[in-house]
């Protein structure tokens, strides 16, 4: 089962985020970059560097869950993740949100 172990290494990060470093530094940008290209190599099948929705779906058992992931990493909403949207969308788990 590779892919459960590629959502471990997401949920490790997730909760590595969640778990209290106050501003979202350059190495958490870095391990969000690295945890992206393990991503990229078990699920970008056509090697064209970004995850398509049907790429991004193969990683989530429960697709709730994976639309809903979906809905927040694309956010240019261009059917495509890339690696910017992916680090900009785990710092903004860090980010307090701004209401306007
Ligand atoms: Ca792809
Ligand atoms: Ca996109």
Redesign the pocket.
Known sequence: MKHSKLFLLIILLISFLLMGTSTFSQDMKKAARNAFKEILKNSDKNKDG?LSKAEFMTIWKDKNTGDKNWKT??????????EE?YVNAVANIQKPRKTK
């Open positions: 970004k990493w694309d956010t240019n909403k261009d059917g495509y993740i890339t949207e």
